[in-house]
């Protein structure tokens, strides 16, 4: 008789299937800073020119590239693209909340600055 190598009972683990949701709330969220972006800034650049101040750094880059947050669901793609095959769809959706977010929050501190400034010259 020769040798019999033991055989493991448990099999490899089997790789997660694609779910699409996780991959669609990521572009769901960071599409909503992106349209966002396009729909306040020309209402607050008419307030902001009724001001006749100079306008911050933050708010003159937003105020000149509202476009910009339109960009985020691409990042959500490329991160999809580049995880790690077994839980890409989770790191695309993790990446594309936490960036929408953090983009709308940006979004609002610019929109909102030159107000906050002008206030402190009173």
Do not use: H
């Not at 997660?16 to 992106?34: D, E, H, K, M, Y």
């Not at 509202?66 to 095959?85: E, G, K, T």
């Amino acid at each position: 008789m020769s040798y019999q190598p033991p055989k493991s009972p448990t099999s490899a683990p089997a790789q997660s299937p694609f779910n699409p949701a996780w991959l669609l709330a990521g572009l769901v969220a960071s599409s909503i800073a992106g349209v966002g972006s396009l729909l306040l800034v020309p209402q607050f650049s008419q307030v902001w020119a009724s001001f006749g101040a100079e306008l911050p750094a933050l708010t003159a880059c937003l105020q000149a590239y509202p476009w910009a947050p339109c960009l985020l669901p691409v990042a959500v793609l490329a991160v999809w693209v580049a995880a790690p095959r077994a839980r890409r769809d989770r790191w695309a959706c993790a990446f594309g909340v936490f960036a929408g977010m953090a983009a709308i929050a940006l979004m609002l501190v610019a929109l909102y600055l030159p107000i906050f400034v002008l206030a402190s010259k009173i």
